[in-house]
C-alpha cells in the first residue's frame, strides 16, 4: 500500500487527510494514534471501526484507503464495504478449488464456485489469484468494476452492488448498507 494513500482515524488525526506511514510508525492504517508504553516498549493501540474485528477492521481500512486514493467518495465507501461485508463479512478468504489462493494471506476458507479474496471475485474471470487475495488491490477491481456502471453515483447502493458483482442473491446487499454507512462515517466518508 502507498503511504501517501493512507487514511487516518483517531484522536487528533484529520480522517480524510493522506498521512505517511512512517508517521504512523508503521507501514499499515492505524485506526488510533494511542500509543501505550508496557514494559518499556511501545504499543500502538488500534480501535476497530463500529461492529468490527482487528481482522475486518483492516481490512476494511485497506479498501477504504484504495476509495480515498481513487477519490470515489462515500458511495464508493459504502458500496465496496457493503459488498464485501455481504461476499465475505470482511474477510479474505482462500479457496480449495483455486489452489494458489492457498498461498497467500487468508483470513478463512470460502467454497463458493471458484470465488477468492474480500469480494469473493471469481478466479476464472480475475485471472490475478495475487491482486484478488489483497484486500487494497481487489477493491481497486472492485472500483474499476463499480465505476463502469452508468449512474453509480447516485445508485442505490444495494443496486449497485448487484450491478458489479451479478450475484445469485441480489437481495443479500441491503442487509449490509446501514452497517457500511456506519463505517464509512466513522471514517468521515
Not at 510508525?25 to 511501545?42: I, L
Not at 477493491?139 to 449497485?160: H, K, N, R
Amino acid at each position: 500500500m502507498k503511504s501517501s494513500s493512507l487514511v487516518a482515524l483517531g484522536a487528533g488525526l484529520a480522517a480524510a487527510a493522506p498521512i505517511s506511514a512512517s508517521s504512523l510508525g508503521a507501514s499499515f492504517f492505524s485506526v488510533s494514534s494511542s500509543v501505550v508504553v508496557a514494559d518499556g516498549s511501545e504499543v500502538v493501540k488500534r480501535k476497530n471501526l463500529p461492529g468490527l474485528d482487528d481482522v475486518q477492521t483492516a481490512n476494511a481500512v485497506a479498501i477504504m484507503n484504495e476509495n480515498y486514493a481513487q477519490q470515489l467518495g462515500r458511495q464508493g465507501c459504502i458500496a465496496a464495504i457493503t459488498t464485501a461485508l455481504t461476499e465475505s463479512s470482511l474477510r479474505i478468504l482462500a479457496n480449495h478449488v483455486v489452489p494458489e489462493s492457498l498461498n497467500y494471506r487468508h483470513d478463512g476458507l470460502g467454497s463458493d464456485n471458484d470465488s477468492v479474496g474480500i469480494f469473493q471475485q471469481r478466479a476464472v474471470y480475475y485471472t490475478d489469484v495475487a491482486c484478488n487475495m489483497g484486500a487494497a488491490c481487489s477493491a481497486g477491481q472492485f472500483f474499476s468494476d463499480m465505476t463502469a456502471v452508468g449512474g453509480w453515483q447516485t445508485m442505490d447502493v444495494a443496486t449497485l452492488c448487484q450491478e458489479v458483482q451479478r450475484s445469485a442473491i441480489p437481495e443479500a446487499y441491503k442487509k449490509y448498507v446501514g452497517m457500511a454507512t456506519s463505517i464509512c462515517q466513522a471514517a468521515r466518508l
